[in-house]
């Protein structure tokens, strides 16, 4: 008896959620069919839906900034353990870890099971309603589960599908796991990160990861703005590897164009001299002179009129030639005051400066806070957060 009982319970839970689900669909398929609303105060991807089967970072810090702009998440977990990075603490707020908090507002979330045919009919469901699919399975991982491009295409010929990988959908490396730090390795971006005599050092965020999701967050706009023209979706292949090789600009350029190999300067910058920070009496200051203009202001307000005047120094061509001799100079002058006098002189001088902040010193700056980059929000079950909030200001 109990047994039936509990059986009874467990198919009426099951019919609630089908019929909860199809009562969505339901909805969102005539919001669709009525089209986008007319023009009025809204945020610019009012309307959108996404349906978001990514986990970690690069994919949830995309759809995050989708859902910052006003597009509606529909974030798809595992069943039981959900994001991975619910677990990643400490810290913690109440049960959930403040990593999963800091990229995964604006979300609906949803736990379906993908190995089995009814959460696969789910999610075809949830596609046929959405504008945009963002996963970040291996490659080849949703294809096999009948959920693929080619199979949401079949039933919405519409959606904007967008595949993040470690290193691309095809090529010899396509089916290894890639996390950021491992990718950040393999692009080169450690190598040419940290001190200059020394080791290789991991930023101190997941820029990999990070550029890879603005990257896909690019992308997918541009695939909106394509569909609006030709009523067709897409699809997208973004991937950590190529985002992180694509960013590394300048210093690939060097390579490609004149066989420079790169190496790792600290602070300091391989085309610019002063570009760099420098150890004062209590603190570390970042000044950067990238004309003569600006490195004759550097050295009146340093007092060191001579080293202006001085030929070794006249442009950045020969500052970089005779880098040592001149960082010696100014380093010698900068450890002579505190940051704070130095910013005090600097002010106002039109040389672009500013001390290295802790986070919590950057925190404190009058222009963060004026620029309210502090979101703070009521969680249903961690209570009062706050996090840095979306950085665009769109009037």
């Known amino acids: 008896g109990g047994m039936s009982l509990v059986s009874g319970a467990a198919t009426l839970l099951r019919r609630r959620r089908r019929a909860a689900v199809a009562a969505a669909v339901a909805g969102w398929r005539r919001a669709w069919a009525c089209g986008p609303r007319g023009a009025g105060n809204v945020k610019p991807l009012e309307g959108i839906k996404v349906l978001d089967l990514t986990r970690v970072l690069a994919g949830p810090f995309a759809t995050m900034i989708l859902g910052d702009l006003g597009a509606e998440i529909i974030k798809v977990e595992r069943p039981g353990s959900g994001d991975e990075t619910r677990a990643w603490g400490p810290p913690f707020m109440g049960t959930e870890s403040v990593y999963f908090l800091s990229v995964n507002r604006n979300k609906k979330s949803i736990a379906v099971n993908l190995k089995s045919s009814h959460g696969v009919r789910i999610i075809k469901d ?35 599908y967008c595949s993040i990988s470690g290193y691309g959908q095809t090529g010899p490396m396509s089916l290894r796991a890639g996390y950021d730090s491992v990718a950040c390795a393999v692009s080169g971006l450690m190598h040419i990160t940290g001190p200059q005599d020394g080791e290789p050092v991991r930023p101190g965020v997941a820029m990999t990861d990070l550029a890879t999701g603005l990257y896909s967050h690019g992308a997918i706009m541009a695939g909106l703005l394509q569909r609006e023209k030709t009523g067709r979706g897409l699809y997208i292949d973004c991937n950590l590897l190529s985002s992180q090789v694509a960013c590394l600009t300048h210093v690939a350029a060097n390579y490609l164009t004149g066989g420079r190999e790169a190496k790792r300067w600290g602070t300091a910058h391989e085309s610019i001299v002063p570009y760099q920070a420098f150890k004062t009496k209590d603190g570390y200051l970042v000044v950067g002179a990238g004309n003569d203009q600006q490195f004759a202001i550097v050295c009146k307000i340093l007092s060191l009129t001579a080293v202006s005047d001085d030929q070794r120094y006249k442009t950045n061509q020969l500052r970089v030639q005779n880098r040592r001799e001149l960082i010696n100079v100014l380093s010698a002058r900068f450890s002579e005051k505190t940051t704070e006098d130095w910013l005090q002189l600097f002010e106002g001088s039109g040389v672009p400066y500013g001390p290295i902040n802790s986070i919590r010193k950057t925190f404190s700056e009058p222009q963060v806070i004026h620029n309210d980059l502090i979101l703070e929000m009521d969680h249903p079950t961690a209570g009062s957060i706050a996090v840095p909030g979306y950085p665009s200001k769109i009037v």
């Not at 699919?133 to 291996?138: D, P």
């Not at 991982?141 to 079949?154: M, Q, V």
């Open 126 to 160: 949830l596609a046929s309603v959405c504008d945009v699919l963002i996963e970040n399975y291996v490659p080849g991982k949703l294809a096999e589960l009948g959920l693929g491009y080619r199979d949401i295409e079949e039933i919405a010929p519409h959606i904007v």
